[in-house]
């Protein structure tokens, strides 16, 4: 079975340093918590000590609860699926290597093609610029909106001359239809 599309929300996010992924993410987090959603942190390097320092930093209602998800460690989806109560949001942040989001992505898609997600799925791939070999364009399609410092946005509230393409609109273009 597919997960229905609704219940499935992709982000993507671009951030120059550790420092600034964590700042960015950081009020997002707080807010998700707030609501009761479940985290799952899929990071290929360990920013426990980034997380640690900016969180003595501030003064947020649930720096306790930021503090004690996995940073360090790859969450496992599917148990944090399992844990999941009626009406609880799933949140995904995964962050590493292009290949390294890819793969789990893979692994994500997987999943879900064959398991039916009743609860709002956010998966959030945290893209760091300068590393980032790819095209923008790419990532932006991939996705159904950007997450920055100011939270949530649709794509087009950051890149304004962004227009999603689909392949009968490729082909038209090159006159193959």
Known sequence: MEVEKNHLTKLCSF?????????????????????????????????????VTLLEKLNLKNKEKILNLNWS?????KNKINELKEEQE????????KEFIEKQNMKLTRYFETHLIKHKVKVINCYEVIAFEGNIQQVLEEHDKVLNT????????????????????????????
Do not use: C
């Not at 799933?90 to 290597?97: A, K, M, R």
């Open 150 to 177: 100011s939270g949530e946005r649709e794509i087009t509230e950051v890149f304004p001359d962004f227009q999603k393409t689909t392949y009968n609109q490729e082909k038209a273009v090159v006159g193959l239809e």
């Open 90 to 97: 799933l949140v995904i942040f995964i962050n590493g290597s």
């Open 73 to 77: 460690k790859r969450d496992e989806i």
């Open 15 to 51: 951030y120059v340093s550790e420092w600034h992924l964590v700042t960015m993410l950081l009020p997002y987090l707080n807010e998700k918590v707030n609501e009761e959603a479940k985290i799952a942190i899929v990071f290929e390097k360990d920013i426990t000590e980034n997380v």
